[in-house]
């Protein structure tokens, strides 16, 4: 099961209107839109995608991952460690 899988429409939802920008940005190009208007609306569908991944992020470490550590072992461990690796891959980009 999914942390986010008790409302998947929102989610969904959220990654169309990303969706948006980014084809928003398309026609910018195609209408040779001014550069830094064009900057602009890059920064902000990059922030779109980071909030959604910190969303997503939190509600996987709520969810998901506290499961498995309430169960332990060796699920509990592989758990914390694909968040850490996550985690990491989010700081990076």
């Known amino acids: 099961m999914t942390g986010y899988s008790h409302h998947k429409d929102d989610v969904l939802k959220r ?3 990303i969706e948006g920008q980014i084809r928003g940005l398309q026609r910018m190009v195609e ?5 830094i208007d064009v900057l602009t609306q890059v920064s902000a569908a990059t922030r779109a995608l980071q909030s959604f991944a910190l969303a997503l992020l ?3 470490m709520a969810c998901c991952v506290a499961e498995a550590v309430a169960g332990g072992g ?4 592989e ?3 694909e968040a850490s690796a996550a985690i990491a891959r989010l ?3």
């Open 91 to 93: 700081v990076r980009s």
């Open 74 to 77: 060796a699920d509990a461990e």
């Open 15 to 17: 990654l169309r209107r």
């Open 31 to 35: 209408n040779d839109t001014y550069c």
């Open 79 to 81: 758990k914390v460690r």
């Open 58 to 60: 939190d509600e996987h």
